[in-house]
């Protein structure tokens, strides 16, 4: 009664032991998988926030493209309006290269896939596999390096490109998204299977207080 424990001794009760002693690593284990997936939440949100910033420029960029088929620019302005649009190509390019967490880069295609260990167990069904390949935004994944918008050809067919990169930017923030609520799932679940564990092991350790001091 004086440790607030029904046992305190492998001899008090052998099974009981066993028993708790698998929930508490069970316990244990999900608790890590769950800061797993707050890693992996932490990386979406470091590779959003550079997509956020490449999407504005594509952005910018489509709206020059437009802005230099308008009949009313001559060459010269459509220069000017191209230094412009290579400024944020360059910008883009920038981003995909210095994005990262932990020193792995999430913008440039460099990183294939990651794997993120979200379960108690170690077979496939238990990870997730983060497809990097839907997250490269470099200006070779977008086919932006040659593009340019100092003649009316140009500009039209770059509007086309930018048009495209900008559908591919979408298709990444609808993966990220839904690879966020998976996550927000599966550490909902864990938490509380963590805490049922808990529940269960105090039943089997703890003493009955009101039980005890009734006899």
């Known amino acids: 009664l004086s440790t607030g424990k029904r046992i305190n001794h492998a001899s008090d009760d052998p099974a009981g032991i066993s028993i708790t002693t698998v929930m508490d690593v069970k316990s244990k284990s999900m608790d890590m998988a769950s800061r797993n997936a707050d890693i992996a939440q932490s990386m979406i949100k470091v590779a959003e926030g ?20 308008n009949g009313s620019n001559t060459d010269e302005s459509r220069k000017l309006l191209d230094q412009d649009f290579q400024s944020n190509k ?16 999430l913008l440039n295609g460099s990183e294939k896939s990651l794997l993120f260990q979200i379960d108690n167990k170690s077979n496939l069904d238990h990870q997730l596999n983060l497809d990097m390949g839907k997250l490269d ?7 932006l390096n040659q593009i340019d ?6 500009a039209k067919e770059t509007l086309d490109v930018v048009s495209l990169a900008l559908k ?7 993966y990220m998204g ?12 864990m938490s509380g299977s963590s805490i049922q564990h808990q529940a269960s092991k105090s039943r089997i350790l703890d003493t009955d207080i009101a039980e005890e001091t009734a006899r």
């Open 50 to 69: 550079g997509i956020q910033e490449i999407s504005e420029s594509l952005i910018r960029m489509k709206e020059l493209a437009l802005q230099s088929l």
């Open 90 to 105: 360059t910008h883009i390019e920038q981003i995909a290269q210095t994005n990262s967490m932990n020193g792995k880069k």
């Open 137 to 143: 935004a470099s200006n070779s994944s977008f086919n």
């Open 149 to 154: 918008i100092q003649t009316y050809d140009n």
């Open 168 to 174: 591919k930017i979408d298709a990444s923030r609808a």
């Open 178 to 189: 839904a690879i966020t609520n998976k996550l927000e799932s599966i550490k909902s679940n």
